[in-house]
């Protein structure tokens, strides 16, 4: 029962920060379709050129609820050119993705 509980609570939140990101405008489009977020369960993506803004979103959500994501299971992966790597060396939690100079 207790179990039933939690995963309502976790849907319930999820339902409201996904729309809360969408309205802010923050993250990727791709041609008119938002995918700036993508969730299963209670497993949340954030897929966006401005990172800070979108985190500053779920920080004021995390805050606002009285939650806490679970940043042991936190990733970061960063997809650049080749040619900026350099602006990036000091970001060392996050996995890279270097493309090939276009």
Known sequence: ???NRVESCVILLIDELLPRLTRA????HVGNFYVGT?????DVVLIASAM???LATCDSFVTEYCVSFNTKKSK???ALPAS???LYAHLSE???M???NQ
Do not use: Q
């Not at 405008?25 to 990727?28: M, S």
């Not at 993508?38 to 209670?42: E, S, T, V």
């Open 94 to 96: 996050c996995v890279f």
């Open 52 to 54: 800070r803004k979108m």
């Open 25 to 28: 405008g923050i993250g990727c």
């Open 98 to 100: 270097w493309m090939a």
């Open 76 to 78: 970061c992966l960063v």
């Open 38 to 42: 993508l969730a299963y369960a209670d």
């Open 1 to 3: 029962m207790e179990s």
């Open 84 to 86: 900026k790597r350099c």
